[in-house]
């Protein structure tokens, strides 16, 4: 069965702290994805990346950053995290190509106090 | 991408089947039609997808009209864990300017399954 899983489900932090979101799948997938989900706003791409090593910016990059070491595991960092980048946020894989389904991690509730 | 409507809440049976309708008026000829659902406090589970003819999976049916420009996905035997919010996406191969394909989900539709 196949599998995305993220490192925490709910984690809370103080603002101005470094954050680690770590994202992790088992399909061999060269495509991985970080989105964020808020209220109202519906699924907002941060960060994708299509093989090793190898990040495009998505529609929201601002505040971010992603490191993807091996082809399993890709990162999300909050280099200073605020208060508005409280939200749920989601990792996803799929195999190369934009037609291909992407399947999800469970999603890691952040709050930044 | 071309955007989709949806009604934002429906309510179905346990049992029978659910019909979730989305139009899709202005979708291009490579975009494809996805759906997704996200059951509370989960990340999104993909269901199916499809571009012109109708597809059926062990999950549920899509049915694409002729001139593409809606379509209904259908649970067969709604049960109360598919309880969840739906979202009908169009998006081409080469969405976003790259081939990487990223996912845009609007309101999408409440199913409530009732016992």
């Known amino acids: 069965d196949v599998k995305v899983t993220q490192s925490s489900r709910y984690l809370v932090k103080r603002t101005g702290e470094k954050v680690f979101l770590e994202c992790v799948q088992d399909?061999?997938?060269?495509?991985m994805f970080w989105y964020r989900q808020d209220p109202g706003l519906g699924l907002r791409l941060i960060y994708f990346?299509?093989?090793?090593?190898?990040?495009e910016k998505g529609d929201i990059p601002e505040g971010y950053s992603v490191s993807r070491e091996k082809k399993e595991r890709f990162s999300l960092i909050l280099e200073s995290a605020s208060t508005n980048q409280t939200s749920m946020y989601l990792c996803?894989?799929?195999?190369?190509?934009?037609?291909?389904?992407?399947?999800f991690g469970p999603g890691t509730r952040l709050t930044v106090l | 991408d071309a955007k989709t409507t949806q009604p934002p809440s429906m309510d179905c049976a346990e049992g029978r089947a659910a019909n979730l309708p989305c139009n899709h008026s202005t979708i291009s000829g490579n975009e494809y039609v996805y759906w997704y659902r996200q059951i509370h406090s989960q990340g999104p589970q993909y269901i199916i997808h499809g571009l012109k003819n109708n597809e059926t999976n062990e999950m549920a049916s899509l049915i694409i009209t002729e001139d593409r420009k809606s379509s209904t996905l259908i649970l067969p035997h709604a049960t109360l864990r598919d309880t969840a919010v739906y979202y009908c996406?169009?998006?081409?191969?080469?969405?976003?300017?790259?081939?990487?394909?990223?996912?845009?989900f609007g309101q999408g539709t409440i199913l409530t399954v009732h016992p």
């Open positions: 996406i169009v998006r081409g191969v080469n969405a976003g300017g790259t081939s990487y394909g990223k996912l845009t």
């Open positions: 399909m061999d997938h060269e495509n």
């Open positions: 996803a894989s799929s195999l190369r190509g934009a037609q291909n389904e992407q399947f």
């Open positions: 990346s299509y093989d090793v090593k190898m990040k």
